[in-house]
T-cell receptor, first 115, second 113 residues
């Protein structure tokens, strides 16, 4: 079945460091891809998404590009801040004839950014 | 309300007891989802509501789990005869329609002793 695999954490970086969190997926058809973020004490919220191959989702300085050839959707940020400390979840929504299916999530990657 | 609200935020229960978890979605959101996150695991889909009906219950792990939604608003997830493997964070999410982005609550941490 469809699945998402993301790099295990925790990831600890210094402020202004470059961030990459790897995510690969297995899916039939043409899924939509998402990154969700959970800040401490808050609910999950959508960070960015991409709905077709070669689309780039971006928000708050984060980017991810939908790569069909490598079945990947890696999350990147050029310069992280302490406020980016959170748990990041990669997810896919299977495309069933154009209608979105329920989200399938990775296990999450905890990011801690030190001042 | 401003966001998805879940209660209680924490629940400790004894094995064999029944528990009821509540979700208040964002007003006007027609779609409502329940997910479960066990320690060190990703989120597992449990059930999806469109209005008051549940067209997809495929993620419910056993017949001890049930859920209902009333008034196209509040939803309750009931776990009967709880087992230790039911310990997890139970997350609720809602969206305006099936195709819109999900808004998640902060979850209920369930611990079965």
């Amino acid at each position: 079945g469809d699945s998402v695999t993301q790099m295990e954490g925790p990831v600890t970086l210094s402020e202004e460091a470059f961030l990459t969190i790897n995510c690969t997926y297995t899916a039939t058809g043409y899924p939509s891809l998402f990154w969700y973020v959970q800040y401490p004490g808050e609910g999950l919220q959508l960070l960015l998404k991409a709905t077709k191959a070669d689309d780039k989702g971006s928000n708050k300085g984060f980017e991810a590009t939908y790569r069909k050839e490598t079945t990947s959707f890696h999350l990147e940020k050029g310069s992280v801040q302490v406020s980016d400390s959170a748990v990041y979840f990669c997810a896919l929504s299977p495309n069933y004839g154009g209608s979105q299916g329920n989200l399938i999530f990775g296990k999450g990657t905890k990011l801690s950014v030190k001042p | 309300g401003a966001g998805v609200s879940q209660s209680p935020s924490n629940k400790v229960t004894e094995k064999g007891k029944d528990v009821e978890l509540r979700c208040d979605p964002i007003s006007g959101h027609t779609a409502l989802y329940w997910y479960r996150q066990r320690l060190g695991q990703g989120l597992e889909f449990l059930i999806y509501f469109q209005g008051n009906s549940a067209p997809d219950k495929s993620g419910l792990p056993s017949d001890r789990f049930s859920a209902e939604r009333t008034g196209e608003s509040v939803s309750t997830l009931t776990i009967q005869r709880t087992q230790q493997e039911d310990s997890a964070v139970y997350l609720c999410a809602s969206s305006l329609t099936r195709e819109e982005k999900l808004f998640f609550g902060s979850g209920t941490q369930l611990s079965v002793l």
